[in-house]
């Protein structure tokens, strides 16, 4: 795949950081996905494919998203208890990069959630953009058959799922490791901690793609998480249209 400009240093290492409250249900959905991506991987790379890890950060959990989780060995697992998904999801890459040293230019992070699921190709399109001298992937969300027929409705008519889009999804990120960290990781706060990496990451001036290709299913239920993520999000689209008013679809986080 090219991007365009000169070809980057080529990315060894990938870690992939799943933030999870309570997600006993969807998690499977989420790290059989993650299987079969990180498979994609050594199929396409050959002989040298990066090394990838994964670890799921259990923040609050109150469930059995625990023993979902170690039903995955390939997986790590941690636990939190600060009750904020920018703290996850800082925790979770903190973990799998303990030292400075790890945050190089051919080390690479990749964000979802539990109640997401990536396509086959989530991975391999990240690491043929960062070959292309990408520093930042912001990727699509499409909502599964939780969100009812009129929901959906209301969530195509105010997104467009094409190359170039404007939106930013926590579930939906790869990000060069290094300029992760200049951008000063992600912040400790229940919401928005993408949209404010993404800002950080673009004041910077870093080279980023915002493309279509690899769509993430994730939940469309109305009652999550997290008091800013999607499901309040769909939660607004629903009451404003009611209203004649819709929230802006370019700042919608995960």
Known sequence: MTVGGA??????????????????????????????????????AGEAPPVIEVVV????????????????????SISTDGGGVGLARRAGARHLLPTLTHFSTATWIATTDAD????PNWLTAQLAFARNSVDLVLG??????RLSDGGREL???AHR???GHPHVHGANLGVRADRYLQAGEFALVDGNEDVRL???????GVSEIRTELIPVLT???????????????????????RVGVLPDAADVSL
């Open 7 to 44: 070809v980057g240093e080529a990315i060894d290492r990938v870690v992939v950081v799943v933030p999870a409250r309570d997600e006993e249900e969807l998690l499977p959905r989420c790290l059989a996905a993650l299987t079969v991506a990180v498979g994609e991987v050594a199929r396409v």
């Open 57 to 76: 950060v259990l923040d609050r959990c109150s469930d059995g998203t625990a023993e979902v989780a170690a039903d995955w060995p390939a997986f790590a």
């Open 116 to 119: 997401s699921a990536v396509p």
């Open 140 to 145: 699509t969300v499409v909502p599964d058959d």
């Open 155 to 157: 969530w195509d008519a």
């Open 161 to 163: 799922l094409v190359e």
């Open 198 to 204: 993404v800002s950080a990451l673009r004041r910077l």
């Open 219 to 241: 939940s469309g239920r109305l009652a999550g998480r997290a008091p800013a993520g999607f499901a309040g999000y769909l939660r607004d689209q629903a009451a404003g249209a």
